[in-house]
């Protein structure tokens, strides 16, 4: 049978594709545009877009199971709600659904607010799914690297409570052994949650301590100014989501990004290896 990847063509989801490829799974792949897809040898691309339910039937035809991913749009939870459905209809019974963590706590955070609805529904209509919910990604710090580097200062605005992060390609191989778990599996398996973090929970100021460590040079943190960095967001992406960015970094200061306890050795145990760190990260980007 088949394993259908969306968002295949983002950092997350080609993580996905490569991982089950080389556990030798049938896998077909999503994309707006599969002229921009580059995937190993073997991966069937289908054309399709979550909000096209013709698209999305066609590429659910044969499927067993479903890794959904929505990127952060400001219809992610309608995309999210379709597919299911669909994938209800089609009659798929093993799911693995890319959440976040804290989704029920950063609840006017409004894409953290869409995924813990699909939780919801999930949960509501019964459906046999594994919920990952990671952390903060780490891959988010290459969009910051000139920052860091150009002006001494570590820009994001984490506080001091502390962000589990992880990185994308650990998520990346623990979505394809659920996956593969839930596939092989002679019966749908019932709902679990698991949460995705790193070894490390980062402050503001010891991630700029491993970058000053690392790059030989001190690099401060300027502390949790959300205001300044929605304006600065605001130069990349349109207002809503900057203003949505703004919100989740509020909730960083506030909350905090915690891991509950053992979640760090559960996925130790799960990947049969130690997770990525921050600092290995931060060398391999800063080099």
Not at 154 to 160: F, L, S
Not at 248 to 270: W, Y
Request: charged share 20%; proline share 5%; no cysteine.
């Amino acid at each position: 049978m088949t394993i259908l990847v969306t968002g295949a063509t983002g950092n997350v989801g080609s993580n996905v594709v490569e991982q089950l490829v080389n556990r030798g799974a049938d896998v077909r792949a999503l994309a707006r545009d599969p002229s921009k897809a580059n995937f190993p040898a073997g991966v069937e691309v289908v054309q399709g877009d979550l909000l096209d339910v013709d698209s999305l039937r066609g590429a659910m035809q044969g499927v067993s199971t479903l890794f959904l991913l929505n990127g952060v749009v400001a219809d992610e939870f309608t995309q999210a709600l379709i597919a299911l459905n669909v994938a209800r209809e089609a009659g798929i019974e093993r799911i693995v659904y890319l959440s976040v963590i804290h989704s029920d706590i950063y609840v006017n955070v409004p894409h953290f607010a869409g995924k813990f609805g699909v939780e919801r529904m999930i949960e509501q209509m019964g459906m046999n799914a594994t919920i990952l919910r990671p952390a903060y990604y780490m891959d988010n710090e290459i969009t910051i690297k000139d920052v860091v580097t150009g002006y001494g200062i570590y820009p994001m605005p984490i506080g001091d409570k502390g962000l589990a992060m992880i990185d994308a390609r650990d998520i990346g191989e623990i979505a394809a052994i659920e996956l593969i778990r839930r596939e092989q599996s002679p019966t749908p398996l019932p709902l679990t949650r698991i949460n995705l973090v790193g070894p490390d929970t980062l402050t503001g100021a010891r991630a700029a301590a491993i970058w000053s460590e690392v790059l030989g040079r001190e690099i401060g943190y300027p502390g949790d100014d959300t205001a300044g960095f929605e304006q600065n967001m605001r130069q990349f992406m349109p207002g809503w989501m900057a203003y949505d960015m703004r919100l989740m970094a509020e909730r960083f200061v506030s909350d905090g990004m915690l891991p509950d306890a053992g979640d760090v050795d559960r996925l130790t145990t799960l990947l049969g290896r130690p997770l990525r760190s921050y600092r290995d990260y931060v060398k391999q980007i800063a080099g």
